[in-house]
């Protein structure tokens, strides 16, 4: 499974961007998928998940912000980040979990993903 993260940018605080993750040959629906964000100088972590069944979890620091869905084509996983602040600046990377159906969080950090692409750098400036 390959996967292509996009639509990162720079965006002004208070600002929205919308990021994307396309899997090359796969159906994402069929396994959780997920977002985690590496800021400099500070461990990957898990931003949102969404599982097999639509489930969503999130990071306490994005929920109400940010929306984790499933696009109409069964290969592609959105990323809705509103009310962007400085702190959510990282490069930002998807993930899937071919071995399972849901969403393992432990730590701040969804366990077992086997496919990540690679990331797009989300700028937040004032």
């Known amino acids: 499974v390959q996967l292509q993260a996009s639509g990162g940018g720079l965006v002004q605080i208070g600002g929205s961007l919308r990021l994307s993750c396309a899997a090359s040959s796969s159906n994402l629906d069929a396994y959780p998928t997920a977002w985690f964000r590496q800021a400099p100088g500070k461990e990957r972590e898990g931003v949102a998940c969404?599982?097999?069944?639509?489930?969503?979890k999130y990071a306490e620091s994005v929920k109400g912000r940010f929306t984790i869905s499933r696009g109409n084509a069964k290969n592609t996983v959105y990323l809705q980040m509103n009310d962007l602040k400085s702190d959510d600046t990282a490069v930002y990377y998807c993930?899937?979990?071919?071995?399972?159906?849901?969403?393992?969080?432990?730590?701040?950090?969804?366990?077992?993903?086997?496919?990540w692409g690679k990331g797009t750098q989300v700028t937040v400036s004032s």
């Open positions: 969404i599982s097999s069944t639509g489930h969503e």
């Open positions: 993930a899937t979990d071919i071995d399972s159906l849901v969403c393992m969080e432990l730590g701040g950090f969804y366990q077992g993903m086997d496919y």
